[in-house]
DNA sequence: TCAAAAATGTAGCCTTGGCAACAAAATTGA
DNA sequence: TCAATTTTGTTGCCAAGGCTACATTTTTGA
């Protein structure tokens, strides 16, 4: 027949082929939904850690700068201006030219929300038994693909396996 | 550093401030190293996945198509052809046109690795008492933020928590 | 006070990863 | 065989997030 490739010339290794096609619809789904699902979570996560930092910044020093941002999140000040314009642009942060970032109370809400999951997200790592260092490294990464449901389960662990409040 | 921020207008808000100025430094570049690490993850994400699903795909129907990717990615199939160019350029796979995509052995290793490494990561999440589902969609996200190191600590718990091969 | 330094803003460029719309090739089925 | 359908390719558009280079404003310190 002439679909040629469509057969793959001669079945060689497509066993499971003809086992199962009814299922086959539906997984595509459930896996476009998966992905469609984390690049959700993707187009959040810049604004969340942003939020954090500028959270992070007010407490220690009164308010947040863009040079400081540049710093932390280790980017020129030249995305950083970029970035804020856009948090501004949607209700996350208040700022005016030459001074300090402020987060709105959506802002904040987020902030408080975001360091909540990190916290928990790094502590779990901790008592998995995972080096503070490398926690670290990975919650920053982690935090935002992490399920309310998914979260409750690391609370859960942590209640069993840690001792209250360590860091 | 004589910096501004020093000022802060009146310093209301920052007790602990004065407490350890010394660390600060250094946490900046922790910060932002976390951040770079994240954002490098990022970079590999979308070749990971797809030599993941090119390879998944392979595996059922011993071809993968630019229709069948676009389906199981949830994108369009000229976003397909974009990212397949992307591939193509950096040695992960190999492509004719108006045929189907395969991978180099680089791309077959790659996908292997992350299928490994994904397989892991869900199942630890389903051992933690995490709905399959749920860790389905979770896994996704989170398999390209697991350092080798919190990988190992999820087979130590996996070993200890799960009954050998469940799925 | 005022020049130098630091911080901030802006412009232009790049890559990634989305999309729709249209063009062309391949497959199917009568 | 060959027209209709499906698949694939291409083009142009967009937003997010990076960067450098240059312009402007603020702050610092002599």
């Known amino acids: 027949m002439k679909k040629s490739e469509s057969q793959v010339t001669q079945k060689p290794a497509e066993p499971s082929k003809s086992l199962r096609p009814r299922k086959k619809a539906l997984l595509d789904l459930d896996r476009a939904a998966a992905f469609e699902y984390v690049r959700q979570a993707h187009q959040e996560e810049t604004a969340q850690d942003y939020v954090e930092m500028i959270a992070d910044l007010i407490a220690q020093h009164g308010e947040a700068r863009v040079v400081d941002l540049a710093k932390n999140m280790g980017v020129s000040h030249a995305t950083i201006n970029k970035t804020i314009a856009r948090l501004n642009r949607d209700g996350l942060v208040v700022n005016r030219p030459y001074r300090a970032i402020f987060l ?8 408080r929300d975001c360091k909540a999951r990190h916290d928990i997200v790094f502590r779990f790592l901790c008592a998995l038994g995972v080096k503070p260092a490398t ?33």
């Open 104 to 111: 709105t109370p959506e802002g904040e809400s987020m902030a």
């Open 135 to 167: 926690a670290h490294l990975d919650a920053e990464g982690v935090e935002h693909h992490i399920s309310p449901e998914t979260l409750k389960a690391f609370e859960r662990f942590l209640k069993k396996n840690a001792p209250a409040g360590n860091t």
